[in-house]
């Protein structure tokens, strides 16, 4: 059972979760293919488990195009993180919570 803390829910004390996070990723000239994450140094990609693609809301003025990668780095640290194709730009996106 969860204790009662007494406080009084609010709509402005949520926060969203699983928001993405910009992060710095070395890409191989050729491919664009991440070959390196730095969080915070920089450590290898060892392994690209999966890769996939989504387009969508293409109507909008800000439409939703991203290539997204599930990466093993050089510690063994599983992570996806995707390429931005609208705005040119890497971030990492935690599922794990």
């Known amino acids: 059972m969860v204790k009662n803390t ?10 969203p979760v699983n928001l993405p996070e910009p992060v710095d990723v070395e890409e191989s000239p050729s491919f664009g293919l991440p070959l390196a994450v730095r969080i915070p140094r920089r450590q290898a990609v060892i392994n690209i488990e999966d890769r996939w693609r989504i387009d969508d ?3 909008r003025p800000e439409p939703v195009s991203r290539l997204y990668y599930e990466v093993t780095l050089a510690s063994g640290q599983c992570l996806v993180i995707y390429k931005d194709l609208v705005n040119n730009c890497w971030f990492r996106q935690s599922y794990r919570g």
């Open 6 to 15: 007494g406080k009084t829910l609010r709509a402005d004390t949520y926060r």
């Open 57 to 59: 809301e293409w109507w």
